[in-house]
């Protein structure tokens, strides 16, 4: 059973935008905090946005203010808008479901989808 489909990735230029989104299935969505994560080459895949059923949002520092979070609970969709974006943005991005461990650190529950690759150049 597939339970998260990102899409919307593509080739960007420096300072350019795209808009990711991110259909998931009833039982991650509803009513649970949902994130987007990003891994680049090399790198470990971390939190860049999350927001609550209520849609209170939190950012990364390093997209903050330029990544807009936000979701359609009708549709069961979340969408990560990126806005002035740079190479470092460069990473396969991905969304999941998220719940808080004992010390209070996100955590995704879902089983991950495929992503979607965003290539920034310079």
């Known amino acids: 059973q597939v339970q998260l489909v990102e899409s919307g990735g593509g080739l960007v230029q420096a300072g350019g935008s795209l808009r990711l989104s991110c259909a998931a299935s009833a039982s991650i969505f509803r009513n649970n905090v949902m994130g987007w994560f990003r891994q680049a080459p090399g790198k470990q895949r971390s939190l860049v946005a999350r927001i609550t059923s209520g849609d209170i949002t939190g950012y990364a520092d390093s997209v903050k203010g330029r990544f807009t979070i936000s979701r359609n609970n009708a549709k069961n969709t979340v969408y990560l808008q990126m806005n002035s974006l740079k190479p470092e943005d460069t990473a396969v991005y991905y969304c999941?479901?998220?719940?808080?461990?004992?010390?209070?650190?996100?955590?995704?529950?879902?089983?991950w989808g495929q992503g979607t690759q965003v290539t920034v150049s310079s």
């Open positions: 999941n479901g998220l719940r808080l461990d004992v010390s209070s650190n996100w955590y995704a529950f879902g089983s």
